[in-house]
């Protein structure tokens, strides 16, 4: 990424009580971002939902594990990396949902993989085995068009 | 962060009203779906969920009533979803849910929603 990065980084405990955790990180990291308040709700709402994903998925709602979510707020893009260490999961592999059959079946889950792809401009997925699972979601920041040099 | 709240009242014809505020999300939903699963087995099945409160949904908050609203048309009844915040009625426009579910400005458009 070109230009200066901010970068933080958390680790919680894989657990749902900690989402709200999850959820002011991003917050803080956007607001440190060139991004707008517009994005800044569905950006969360995204992180909120890998998490969720690797809590329920990932370390089938066991309450032992962590969670090590890395922010780097750059000029070019706004990248979360999220680690964990839980069962192999790849978003990818998951279709997007139909929502009249999920009506008709009275299905609740499945939603969180849709809505990331939905927000991030990339939902990436890396698994190390033996070591972790790496999620990276990717917003690319909107270039504001450059000013015009005054014309002689 | 505000306290997840639930309220129930019932107005005329059998309708529940529904109050929900706070964060609406995988750590709370279980007990939003257990208040509509006892509203069903007490035979309620027209429910208005005023979400004007609610700060913020994710997926597993909103699967809560994309679960629901079937068992309830088939019932007679509905989930009308009442004054969502504009960041959480974008939730459900990102879901495809704004034409499966009814949306209404206040209590007597959300009651006549019933027909």
């Given at each position: 990424m070109a230009g200066d990065v901010y970068r933080d980084r958390i680790i919680i405990s894989n657990d749902t009580r900690f989402l709200s955790l999850a959820r002011e990180f991003t917050q803080r990291m956007i607001r440190a971002s060139?991004?707008?308040?517009?994005?800044?709700?569905?950006?969360?709402?995204?992180?909120?939902?890998?998490?969720?994903?690797?809590?329920?998925?990932?370390?089938?709602?066991?309450?032992?594990?962590?969670?090590?979510?890395?922010?780097?707020?750059?000029?070019?893009?706004?990248?979360?990396?999220?680690?964990?260490?839980?069962?192999?999961?790849?978003?990818?592999?998951?279709?997007?949902?139909?929502?009249?059959?999920?009506?008709?079946?009275?299905?609740?889950?499945?939603?969180?993989?849709?809505l990331m792809r939905q927000i991030m401009d990339e939902v990436k997925y890396v698994f190390k085995e033996g070591v972790q699972n790496e999620l990276i979601l990717v917003k690319n920041l909107k270039k504001k068009p450059e000013e015009k040099a005054p014309s002689a | 962060m505000p306290e997840f709240q639930i309220n129930t009242q019932k107005l005329q014809n059998g309708v529940m009203f529904i109050t929900v505020s706070g964060f609406l999300d995988a750590h709370t939903f279980e007990e939003m779906e257990r208040t509509i699963n006892d509203l069903f087995e007490r035979n309620s099945y027209r429910l208005v969920v005023d979400l004007s409160r609610l700060d913020y949904i994710s997926s597993a908050g909103a699967g809560v009533f994309i679960g629901a609203i079937g068992t309830a048309q088939e019932n007679d009844g509905n989930i009308i979803l009442m004054r969502p915040s504009p960041n959480v009625k974008e939730v459900f426009d990102l879901l495809g849910l704004s034409q499966i579910f009814t949306f209404a400005d206040d209590i007597d458009n959300a009651v006549r929603a019933f027909g």
């Open positions: 060139t991004l707008s308040r517009t994005e800044e709700s569905k950006i969360i709402l995204a992180v909120d939902e890998a998490v969720t994903n690797i809590i329920e998925h990932g370390y089938e709602n066991q309450k032992d594990g962590t969670i090590e979510m890395e922010i780097e707020a750059g000029q070019d893009q706004f990248r979360v990396i999220i680690r964990d260490s839980g069962k192999e999961f790849d978003p990818s592999s998951i279709k997007d949902p139909d929502m009249d059959d999920h009506v008709k079946k009275g299905k609740k889950k499945g939603l969180g993989i849709f | -």
